[in-house]
């Protein structure tokens, strides 16, 4: 029997952590959003005083006495969920040694300032030495950590729990052959979707209105939020109350600004919407990282991205779009955002052929683990795939194997989750649909019915149910890639007559 004055203190233990996090995530905001050049380093220093306060606090034996404490409670399952959490946490924390983390930590700075020097002389054999070091230290973390069948596993768990390389290669082969295949068919169609009509000077005051109107329509709180510009857009949430999104502009297309700020407005939809109860505790966080993704593309691709969500929403576009822009149609907003080209460049790609780019990363980051590749043999099997998969060879290492920064910062096992997210969004998709005739609420502008599917399936739960299971409880059925591709080969086909 615990009593009441145990369960107060770690309460208060908590509180203590989320005041802390929330600290941290401050002066983070604070640096990407605000800081003068010469503020930097003692902006740093303030955020590694109080980040390593917060891992004092996470390894504590203080929080261990709680841990063990309300781990095995059969009376208050939150409690319980909260402190398998915390041990979680703890584990992770503990497991690595600090002489160790703390080397990695330094080589991680050293190693992006390469890759940046790497990327701009677009030679690989610079980086080369840089990416041997941060896969050696990615396979001593994944051996404290322990794993079972595949190595890679312990490193996807990072991001997305429970998720393996076992249930991956049961579903990318698939849905990469139906990529594939659609792609060859537009390819060869002769439909030319026409973005002139779009690409006009659009003022940067006014796609910031439309994108606020926009948002406020799929149900972002503008009480509880806030929209700003970054160079990257992203989202970042203190807590349910104040979240905070950025896009960018570009007066000649206001497509990105737009489509931008309906991605993170979906990453923050989620975040605005965990269950009171789960306030000042670790479970207020998103399930996962897939799980997150999964909800920005579904506002961003499956709503946004719809025909009827332009004809809902043709006047408020006109109401903020200059004049130029007013004999458009639902029609010609949907179809020109909708262009399918295969690029060298993961960022710029569009939703049939990204989750290429992802498993050509995903199959490499898998070899380089386990020691199945020569680090030389890289650029050229990274060339090699580019041509299988999307038809186009990359004439450099920069747009190549050097775009991306996640692997000098060591980032191993996270590109997967933005395909795992479109698959996820895709089979939540499909139940909601057939609960709520998704094209009608959208068209009937509707959408906070769509939002409050969502929270009732996903959002309020927050960290309390792991992703694999709020698939699960939600569509009746494990991970399932065919959802996604019926979404794109039916969208696509249609749109270029295929
Ligand atoms: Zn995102």
């Given at each position: ?152 596993d312990a490193l996807l768990n990072q991001y997305e729990p429970g998720m393996t390389v076992e249930l991956l290669d049961g579903v990318f082969p698939k849905l990469r052959t139906a990529i594939i295949d659609l792609l ?315």
């Open positions: 029997m615990v009593i009441q004055k145990e369960k107060d203190a770690f309460l208060a233990l908590l509180k203590e952590q989320s005041v802390l996090k929330n600290i941290t995530f401050m002066m983070q905001w604070d640096t990407h959003a605000n800081i003068p050049p010469k503020g930097l380093d003692d902006r740093l220093e303030s955020v590694g005083y109080i980040s390593e306060k917060l891992h004092q606090l996470n390894t504590s034996d203080k929080m261990k006495y709680y841990i063990d404490l309300f781990k095995e409670d059969p009376d208050d399952e939150l409690l319980r969920q909260i402190a398998l959490e915390c041990e979680a946490l703890y584990d992770k924390n503990r497991k690595i040694p600090q002489q160790l983390h703390k080397e990695f930590v330094m080589l991680k700075a050293k190693s992006e300032a390469v890759w940046q020097e790497a990327r701009k002389q677009s030679d690989f054999q610079l980086f080369q030495p840089y990416l041997e070091k941060m896969v050696a230290y990615n396979q001593q973390f994944t051996d404290y950590w322990g794993y079972d069948a595949h190595r890679y060859g068919r537009i390819n060869g169609s002769d439909k030319e979707i026409n973005e002139s009509k779009l690409t006009k000077y659009f003022p940067e005051a006014n796609q910031k209105e439309l994108s606020l109107a926009l948002l406020s329509k799929i149900g972002f709180d503008g009480q509880a939020g806030r929209l700003d510009t970054s160079v990257h857009p992203y989202t970042f949430a203190f807590h349910k109350n104040d979240v905070r999104i950025t896009t960018r502009y570009n007066p000649n297309d206001f497509r990105e600004s737009v489509s931008s700020a309906l991605h993170e407005g979906g990453h923050a939809l989620y975040e605005q919407n965990f269950a009171d109860k789960l306030r000042n505790t670790p479970l207020a966080e998103v399930s996962s990282m897939g799980m997150h993704e999964s909800q920005a593309l579904y506002w961003e691709s499956f709503i946004h991205g719809s025909k009827e969500f332009w004809e809902a929403n043709l006047d408020v576009f006109k109401t903020h779009a200059p004049k130029e822009f007013h004999d458009l149609t639902a029609s010609d907003l949907y179809q020109s955002s909708h262009v399918v080209k295969p690029s060298l460049i993961r960022v710029e790609a569009d939703e049939v052929t990204y989750p290429l780019h992802i498993m050509i990363r995903y199959e490499l980051e898998k070899a380089l683990l386990d020691g199945e590749v020569k680090m030389s043999d890289l650029p050229g099997i990274w060339n090699e795939k580019m041509k299988d998969y999307l038809g186009v060879a990359p004439p450099s290492d920069r747009e190549g194997i050097l775009q991306d920064i996640h692997w000098s910062s060591g980032d191993f096992g996270y590109f997967p989750l933005y395909t795992i997210g479109m698959m996820y969004a895709a089979q939540l998709h499909h139940t909601m649909d057939k609960e709520l005739h998704v094209k009608q609420r959208v068209r009937n502008n509707e959408l906070e019915q769509i939002k409050g599917w969502l929270t009732d399936h996903v959002y309020q739960y927050g960290k309390s149910k792991k992703p694999l299971d709020i698939l699960m409880n939600a569509t009746n059925e494990p991970l399932n890639p065919d959802y996604l591709i019926t979404y794109l080969t039916g969208k696509y086909s249609d749109l270029y007559e295929v």
